[in-house]
């Protein structure tokens, strides 16, 4: 409101105690050991009052997402997706934002970068001595939430009730009941809130049933004679049931149900997402217990409505907690290209659409023609889609396949949508369809076909197969034209596709998936974690042309080492958990390095870990090029060497100065495998890998280099994980073990 009257979130640093850190620059000021706060603060008149508060304090010189949400009379601060403060006061409203920082001057002021030498182009020092926000966002957000407190009636907080009785407040904590008590009273009543035009949301609540009776969601709520609810039956002796039902016309239908097992008490946390058609809903009786899903796909697409509670009391009390409506936003689709470098020879590997695509290593032939076959090199587990765009018919007759959830290994595994076109006479060049058949495929047999006729889709733009839970979706021009439910799901996580008499391009090949994240660090690297004696940023490559600038790795104080620091170690750690199979692939050179040789005779340790955790290099998988001081390359379980290729980084090649070295490592399942360019040629499919009977469980993942400075462009980890980000009081070891020590 004024500067005597505002909110402030306010974080102190955590201190590690001090251990040869000599002249660094940028040290915090406090007492070694102290482990920081987190305060949320109100400020009226002048008046200063703690609202929340907990122990924890920031790493310094590590980038964070911290979010603050203001509604409602309610703030809460998230930081990398975790909320770690929250509080509610009626006066937490309205008034403009900002951002605080409250540093202490250093001993040494750093120079002004512009006065730096120009082959440096470092902000390091700078950025150590200040507090750096960047990429800051404002928006309004809309989220409807109600823990039921206080004791106004429940159509006075803005909801809808139909039948009841509907009781607020119920409890300590608040509350909300429906039923009277009363044997025979009490039918199916329900309770609506929100916008008819909803679409996509996500809605959650608690929820406490007794036996024989039922209570839990409200979806889709147009009026009373069409709507979904998703609810937990309590049938007595038969058990639980989390039941997803269609109502039309005041009847119901069931569409889907799972067993579930309520706790003790009958409670458990209840959700429901809804995207694109896809509704699906969860029952849990614990945090961190098993779900029961259910889902289904609706038979009008987009269909929108309103949401709220439902239940059915049977002469007893429904309990109903913590109500919550978000609406997150949809994930981009997987962008193939970069516009910046697209024209650049040397990095025509990392920015070319092409090279997201590998065809196979031998011909690929539909019934006795060969075809344009393509496989992405990432993985995609779980929910996926993939959209080719039709570019340009080359035949009267064509056709596209896709394939989403395969293995990657021989045939007759995995989904096939193949669809085939008839054009009509005379319009082939302007893509006029006369006939069309789509036909989905699973495990090698047919299990869904669909005739498409002409008034259907006059013309073909699009062309997509989705896996959304237990259904397959084929779709033309973003029309669903093909519809298959499968319980027992494929679970492979390779994609492709094929065509034959029609142009598709690369560039406009679409791929929606959340198990897939694609890092060309050109917003703050907030999913990444530093190691302490790390400097991560984006400088110059060459130092004879320092126009060029990437992301880069290196040692503090590399490459002369003056401050007293003997660390020799620079690591990336992944915030995100990545268990099970994963892909990680990355673009990786060697930083130039003129005060230790004019021939990059220090090049060395080009090296990613998965399956560690994120404390110590020798857990877990590691994938070395160039290691051991560029004595070769290596793949190491636990620390302990599998698999050998005799070669390190080759600097003597002509091309070396401005090469980018193409890096991938993988697990899937028992087999370890690691590419670097065709570096591995003469190894089995141009790879270094290995068979592991007792697969590590770890779930971190590193990009690391030793002794070296390295640059590292566009980053994509893909595989089971990726959901869960590592909580902010998470505590790093100064010193990083690693298989380079003394090496």
């Known amino acids: 409101k004024d500067p005597s009257n505002f909110a402030l979130f306010r974080w102190s640093p955590r201190i590690a105690p001090r251990k040869e850190e000599g002249g660094a620059a940028g040290q915090i000021a406090g007492v070694a050991g102290d482990k920081g706060t987190r305060e949320l603060i109100l400020f009226r008149d002048g008046r200063k009052e703690v609202l929340a508060s907990s122990e924890g304090g920031f790493t310094p010189d590590m980038w964070y997402e911290v979010e603050a949400r203001v509604l409602y009379g309610k703030a809460s601060i998230r930081i990398d997706g975790h909320e770690v403060l929250s509080a509610a006061d009626p006066r937490l409203t309205g008034g403009g934002i900002g951002v605080y920082a409250d540093v202490p001057p250093p001993e040494k002021e750093a120079a002004d970068p512009k006065h730096q030498e120009s082959k440096m182009n470092s902000l390091e020092v700078l950025m150590r001595q200040h507090v750096v926000v960047d990429d800051v966002l404002v928006e309004d957000i809309e989220v409807i939430e109600d823990a039921f407190r206080g004791t106004a009636d429940l159509r006075e907080r803005g909801w809808d009730v139909l039948g009841g009785p509907w009781i607020v407040g119920a409890g300590r904590e608040g509350g909300l009941i429906c039923g009277s008590g009363k044997k025979g009273a009490g039918d199916i009543s329900r309770a609506i809130v929100g916008d008819p035009s909803w679409n996509a949301c996500e809605v959650s609540a608690e929820v406490t049933v007794g036996e024989g009776q039922s209570g839990g969601l409200v979806l889709l709520y147009r009026d009373e004679s069409s709507f979904y609810t998703a609810g937990i039956c309590h049938e007595g002796a038969a058990g639980a049931r989390l039941v997803l039902k269609r109502w039309q016309d005041g009847n119901p239908a069931v569409e889907d149900s799972a067993p579930f097992r309520p706790g003790p008490d009958g409670r458990a946390a209840i959700g429901a997402s809804l995207r ?45 907690g913590h109500f919550r409506v978000e609406f997150p936003e949809e994930k981009e689709p997987l962008v193939t290209t970069n516009a910046i470098f697209g024209d650049e020879e040397s990095m025509r590997a990392w920015t070319n659409p092409s090279s997201e695509w590998w065809p196979p290593r031998e011909p690929y032939f539909v019934d006795g023609e060969p075809v344009d076959l393509l496989w992405h090199r990432a993985q995609f587990p779980g929910d996926v889609e993939l959209v080719l765009e039709t570019r340009e018919i080359l035949r009267d007759k064509f056709e596209v396949a896709l394939s989403v959830s395969k293995t990657g290994q021989g045939k007759n595994n995995g989904y096939v949508l193949k669809a085939a076109f008839v054009c009509a006479p005379g319009g082939q060049a302007r893509g006029q369809i006369q006939s069309g058949e789509l036909t989905l495929i699973r495990a090698g047999e047919e299990v869904r076909k669909e ?10 733009s699009t062309v997509s197969l989705r896996r959304c839970g237990r259904y397959l979706v084929g779709a033309i021009n973003g029309r669903p034209a093909l519809v298959y439910r499968d319980d027992n799901p494929q679970d492979g996580t390779k994609i492709a596709y094929y065509t034959r008499g029609v142009l598709v391009k690369a560039e406009a090949t679409k791929i929606y998936s959340n198990r897939f994240f694609d890092y060309e660090f050109n917003r703050a690297p907030t999913d990444w974690r530093p190691g302490r004696f790390t400097v991560a940023e984006v400088t110059n490559r060459w130092q004879c042309d320092p126009r060029w600038s990437f992301f880069s790795l290196r040692p503090l104080d ?72 560029n004595n070769g390359s290596y793949i190491l379980r636990d620390g302990v060497e599998v698999a050998a290729f005799g070669g390190g980084i080759p600097v003597r090649t002509t091309n070396f100065h401005r090469h980018w070295f193409y890096v991938r490592a993988e697990k899937r399942g028992k087999r370890l495998s690691f590419r670097v360019d065709k570096f591995f040629a003469g190894t089995p499919g141009g790879e270094l890998a290995f068979e592991d009977e007792r697969p590590l469980d770890g779930d971190r993942v590193a990009i690391w280099t030793y002794d070296c400075g390295i640059m590292i462009s566009r980053v994509r980890i893909s595989g089971e994980g990726g959901q869960e980000i590592e909580s902010p009081d998470f505590e790093a070891p100064a010193e990083i073990p690693c298989p380079c020590d003394g090496k």
């Open 276 to 320: 694109r058609g896809h509704l699906k809903a969860w029952a849990r009786a614990q945090e961190g217990g098993e779900k029961a899903v259910v889902e289904t796909l609706l038979r009008s697409g987009r269909a929108s409505g309103r949401v709220g509670l439902h239940a059915a009391p049977r002469g007893g009390e429904v309990r109903f």
């Open 451 to 460: 005739t498409v006729a002409s008034g259907d889709f006059p013309e073909v």
């Open 558 to 629: 590399y490459p002369l080492y003056q401050s007293g620091i003997r660390n020799r170690l620079a690591v990336l750690w992944s915030k995100r958990k990545f268990p099970g199979d994963v892909t990680v692939e990355f673009f990786a050179g060697i930083k130039m390095t003129g005060e230790r040789g004019g021939k990059y005779e220090y090049a060395r340790d080009i090296n990613v870990s998965i399956c560690s955790d994120g404390r110590n290099l020798n857990k877990g998988y590691c994938f070395m090029f160039g290691g051991m001081g």
